[in-house]
């Protein structure tokens, strides 16, 4: 699996847009990028995945640079519910049983 | 709410003692993955079930076992605890093995 890099902690003002960036420069062609999200000690919540196109859903966006080196997740309108650890995984999509490896993720503050 | 559930929320055991930590899957997922997480090694990937047979093994201790049952509900015995094992266990679904995995709200397992 691709190993991540992303920024240990990030701070963003209420209703503000949070962009959290990711780097995964060894990712290969048969990995989607997936971001998943902890808030405090609660199971991890999927946000969203995407392979070389941009996606969005009702949660955030996902920017893929077109080298597939970096993404950026973007939460557009941050409240303080969205304070959590974000993680960033890269995994294959073409092997079967592959789990998740989860690395330290950013941990995004949310403040008023 | 994923739609996974986990039973107890919380246990409390001594050192040298077995408990059994219960996943109920999503609706139509086959595929059921184990998670621990711990303080100091973060969230790491123990085994992984599909449609009753074992797909995939992280780091899982001897000590540790799980299977899943006919009607897709997945268990995580833990024996001879000790200290260390104390953690979060995270169960996660997804519907295939490739597809999305949505996770639990967890077991926080306490040795004393």
């Known amino acids: 699996d691709a190993k991540t890099t992303q920024p240990t902690s990030m701070d963003c003002a209420e209703g503000r847009a949070a962009n959290l960036p990711c780097n995964h420069s060894?990712?290969?062609?048969?990995?989607?990028v997936y971001w998943y999200r902890q808030i405090h000690s609660q199971g991890p919540q999927y946000i969203i995945h995407?392979?070389?196109n941009n996606e969005t859903n009702e949660m955030a966006s996902l920017i893929i640079t077109e080298d597939r080196k970096s993404s950026t997740l973007i939460l557009p309108h941050a409240t303080l519910r969205d304070t959590a650890v974000y993680y960033c995984i890269g995994r294959p999509f073409n092997q079967a049983g592959t789990a998740l490896i989860f690395g330290k993720g950013t941990t995004l503050s949310v403040s008023s | 709410d994923s739609g996974v559930t986990q039973t107890p929320k919380h246990l409390i055991t001594a050192t040298g003692q077995r408990v059994t930590l219960r996943c109920s899957p999503r609706s139509g997922d086959l595929s059921v993955y184990w998670y621990q997480q711990s303080l100091d090694q973060g969230l790491q990937f123990l085994i992984q079930?599909?449609?009753?047979?074992?797909?995939a093994k992280g780091n899982i201790l001897e000590r540790f076992s799980a299977q899943q049952f006919p009607d897709l509900h997945s268990e995580l015995n833990l024996s001879s605890l000790e200290l260390g094992d104390s953690a979060l266990y995270f169960c996660a679904s997804s519907e295939t093995l490739q597809e999305t995995q949505y996770f639990g709200p967890g077991t926080r397992l306490l040795v004393l």
């Open positions: 079930y599909y449609n009753g047979e074992e797909r």
């Open positions: 060894t990712i290969s062609g048969n990995e989607y």
């Open positions: 995407g392979l070389k």
